[in-house]
């Protein structure tokens, strides 16, 4: 099984810690970040790794090389010329990871108790590529939470994605016509995250749909590479999935007792070490 791991970003949320080192490398219990989300992705049953690199990209690979390339087979997505945002990192690394078969995506800055094993397993059995049901797996399935955001994926009752929402501006980006709505300019969002013109709980609840937060792990078929072919250098995975969900079943996946930690802020790293206390 093939994993993607996302560790090419600037880690700007980290600073001053990334001023000197990459995201991926920023300690977490005595141990990179790299280090625990590898030893994870090892455990669930992952051999083949790809890890894209871009800021402070040959520490990542002297990193990797020390420690004998963590007895799997490790390769590097190279973007030190350009940093290619999430969607134009995948087809950047399409030679390295398309061997014909679903494959994964972890963001190295994520740490959590997912049982990633079955999480792939559910990807690969799950029917229906398009939108009428295929022997084919889906062409994406995402790991959502609930976690407090402003901006939240959209999924209907069968739990297929159908859209984006930006709960400050009531920004509703999405295939569907009859979803989208345009951003209020300098909305003011309460504490419920309604607009003065906006209220995306009704919204919700007229088209029967609901909120969840990406959690930057996802299962994507080969299928996503020959849709690629025409998109731009730069362009994010999400931006993506919402041109070709009204194509083919994008898929949520809500894991029972999740726990998890996006450690992209300060913040979090006390959280962090607490999480990897508990794997």
Known sequence: MKVMIFAAGMGTRLKPLT?????????????????????????????????NVHHFAQQIKDYVRENGFFGVNISFSDETDMLRETGGGIRHAAALLNDGDPFLIHNVDIL???????????????PGKGMADAAEPPLATLLVSDRKTERYLLFDADDNLV????????EVKSPFEEL????????????????ASFDHEAFLKEYGLRKFAFAGIHVLSPEVFRLMGDKPEKFSIITFYLSYCHKYKIKAHVA????????????????????VGQL
């Open 19 to 51: 001023d000197t080192l990459p995201k991926a490398l920023v300690p977490v219990g005595g141990k990179p970040l790299l280090y625990h989300v590898i030893e994870n992705l090892k455990a669930a049953g992952f051999s083949d790794f790809v890890i």
């Open 112 to 126: 959590s108790n997912l049982d990633i094993a079955s999480f792939y397993a559910e990807h690969c059995s799950t």
């Open 163 to 170: 859209a984006w929402i930006n709960l400050k501006t009531g």
């Open 180 to 195: 989208r709505r345009e951003p209020v300019k300098d909305a003011e969002a309460g504490p419920d995250g309604t607009t």
């Open 256 to 275: 029972e007792n999740l726990k998890l930690v996006d450690v992209g802020k300060l913040d979090s790293l006390q959280l962090a070490e607490q999480m």
